[in-house]
């Protein structure tokens, strides 16, 4: 497969993704204050550039969640950085989606990532060293070494605790977009049914 067979599939793969989650009401429920961002990098992508992504993220109209804009190269900044970031431990890795983190989710998360036998983990922002929060995007490397040296492998569902002026954050990991998709609107609908 030459590299622009592979991104086609790779932009196809994100529009299907796109689609399930705005046929799921339930994953509004799961939406951020930053919005959610799906995205999904080219074999051995080095910047952000080689990462595809929603444009302007995706947002809730009318109860369900909305793609601000179709998927194109280079729209991800954070997600795209951690997918590269992440690769160096796991080269299996090449999507990732983030929706909202409270203590509610965490249970449904944590329940269902022990049910399926996956690794569940989290980074906490507040042992984050001074010197790597201060300088803008030096924090990936810092993160993703404490997400995998805490878990003992790279999880493919974990959270992100709150930082100063960060909002906590539940990431999912997987080889394509349709299934990190697929896995958030499970935790939605779980989400959504839990005992009030």
């Keep these: 497969m ?10 196809g793969n994100l529009v299907s993704a796109v689609a399930m989650l705005q046929n799921c009401a339930q994953f509004s429920l ?14 051995g992508a080095k910047t952000p550039d080689e990462v595809a992504a929603v444009d302007g993220r995706i947002t809730v109209v009318r ?3 909305y793609a601000s804009g179709l998927p194109r190269w280079g729209a991800s900044d954070h997600m795209a950085r951690l997918i590269i970031e992440v690769r160096k431990h796991d080269p299996k890795i090449n999507a990732g989606i983030n929706f909202k983190c409270d203590a509610s989710v965490i249970e449904v998360v944590q329940k269902y990532c022990s049910e399926r036998g996956i690794l569940f983990g989290w980074i906490d922002r507040t042992k984050e060293p001074a010197e790597v929060a201060e300088k803008d995007r030096s ?8 997400l995998v040296t805490n878990s003992g492998g790279v999880p493919r569902l974990f959270y992100e605790g709150e930082g100063w002026g960060k909002e ?11 299934e990190v998709a ?3 609107i499970e935790i939605a609908q779980r989400y959504q049914q839990r005992p009030g």
């Design 2 to 11: 030459n590299d622009s067979q592979q991104a086609e599939l790779i932009l």
């Design 30 to 43: 799961l939406m951020p204050e930053v919005r959610v961002n799906l995205a999904y990098a080219l074999p």
């Design 63 to 65: 109860g369900f969640p």
């Design 139 to 146: 924090s990936m490397p810092w993160k993703v070494n404490q």
């Design 168 to 178: 906590p954050l539940f990431v999912t990991l997987g080889s394509d977009a349709v």
């Design 182 to 184: 697929g896995i958030a």
